[in-house]
């Protein structure tokens, strides 16, 4: 009888992981909500040329807003992929795009949080980036504060380069 309760609990663990379908679809309907913002900000933007002698960085800001879209959506597709391929199956995919799949197959939680920290960073430069073109020095402070983020974004781009650049030469040993 014990040996029938542990094949129904193994059972319904591996039946279990299909419900990982549920936040795999909301992922997906987001990436698709962000792909529609990320065309409408596009659209505004090609909407405000004719005013860009008024206005050269709301324009601006339009265009960095598609950009911050598209690293945000690039995260989602990171997160899809490898809930489904952990979860519930292996993508299979043709022989000529295997090199480009092995570019972006996740082998491992670690390097899952590895491709999303430099894909959030870069986010975060992205974003800092926009706010820095409409923001409005009105004393030393905000100047200093402004310089302050420059640098720990900076910092982390460079940590990351190194943690890389660390990972590499301990994985090629």
């Avoid at 913002?37 to 709301?58: H, N, Y």
């Avoid at 100047?143 to 301990?170: D, I, P």
Wanted: aromatic residues 12%.
């Amino acid at each position: 009888i014990m040996r029938n309760i542990v094949f129904f609990i193994e059972m319904l663990l591996w039946k279990m992981r299909y419900l990982m379908l549920i936040p795999i679809f909301f992922v997906l309907a987001s990436l698709v909500y962000m792909i529609i913002l990320m065309w409408a900000r596009f659209w505004d933007a090609i909407q405000l040329f004719p005013t860009i002698q008024e206005s050269p960085f709301e324009v601006l800001s339009h265009l960095i807003d598609v950009i911050d879209f598209s690293l945000l959506c690039v995260i989602a597709l990171i997160i899809v992929r490898w809930l489904y391929e952990i979860f519930l199956n292996r993508i299979e995919i043709q022989a000529r795009d295997q090199l480009q799949a092995d570019q972006v197959l996740i082998h491992d939680i670690d390097e899952l949080k590895q491709k999303l920290w430099k894909v959030i960073v870069i986010s975060l430069v992205v974003h800092v980036f926009k706010h820095m073109i409409l923001f409005v020095v009105t004393d030393k402070f905000d100047l200093l504060a402004m310089g302050a983020v420059v640098l720990m974004l900076a910092w982390a781009l460079f940590l990351l380069e190194k943690l890389h650049t660390l990972e590499t030469n301990l994985s090629s040993k």
